[in-house]
């Protein structure tokens, strides 16, 4: 069974830390990215990754860094977490082409106090 | 530019109705393809259904169908006697052009069926 997987469900963090989300998926994607979740505002796309070492800019960027190392790892980060930065963090996964859509991860709340 | 709207945003009905969820969507590219995905309480988006731009055939899976109608650059999702576990929030999604297999959400509806 195909699957990407997110290291946590749920998070809590304090203000001004460092927070790495991970995200690994074992279908030999090239493409991977990250969205944040919250109520009213859909899905936005953070960044994302069309292959190793490689990274584009989403939607909403700022605050936000990225790394992908090794194909199958795709890792968020957070400078210094911020009270605004607590949503529903979602990895995707696919393969090039339109035509393949998007395998999600299950998603990581985090809560930043 | 391209973009998917979904202008419903919350929908409730009560178990065994038939409901419908809207989307509209924009692109220039002649090839293209779109998606439903269902997102429950649990979190995870899961796949429900792809369509390319050349097939406008509609499509049956049990209690759900999709309409694709090119003419009104819509492809909308009726769900048939609903039940609870439809209770879910569901977007939909384009991929166009050259965006390597980006996907363009629309904004999400989300349903609740109640008993």
């Known amino acids: 069974d195909v699957k990407v997987t997110q290291s946590s469900r749920y998070l809590v963090k304090r203000t001004g830390e460092k927070v790495f989300l991970e995200c690994v998926q074992d279908m030999d994607h090239e493409n991977m990215f990250w969205y944040r979740q919250d109520p009213g505002l859909g899905l936005r796309l953070i960044y994302f990754s069309y292959d190793v070492k490689m990274k584009e800019k989403g939607d909403i960027p700022e605050g936000y860094s990225v790394s992908r190392e090794k194909k199958e790892r795709f890792s968020l980060i957070l400078e210094s977490a911020s009270t605004n930065q607590t949503s529903m963090y979602l990895c995707?996964?696919?393969?090039?082409?339109?035509?393949?859509?998007?395998?999600f991860g299950s998603g990581t709340r985090l809560t930043v106090v | 530019a391209q973009k998917v709207t979904q202008a419903q945003t919350e929908i409730s009905v009560v178990e065994k109705e038939d409901v419908t969820l809207d989307c509209v969507y924009e692109?220039?590219?002649?090839?293209?393809?779109l998606f439903w995905y269902k997102q429950p309480p649990s979190g995870e988006l899961v796949f429900l259904i792809r369509r390319n731009s050349f097939d406008e055939q509609n499509e049956i899976s049990g209690r759900y169908s999709w309409n694709f109608q090119k003419s009104t650059s819509s492809f909308n999702f009726t769900i048939t006697a609903s039940q609870v576990v439809d209770s879910a929030v569901y977007f939909c999604a384009l991929s166009a052009g050259n965006q390597g297999g980006k996907l363009i959400f629309g904004q999400g509806t989300e349903l609740s069926v109640k008993p």
């Open positions: 995707a996964s696919s393969a090039t082409g339109g035509y393949y859509g998007y395998t």
């Open positions: 692109t220039r590219d002649t090839t293209y393809y």
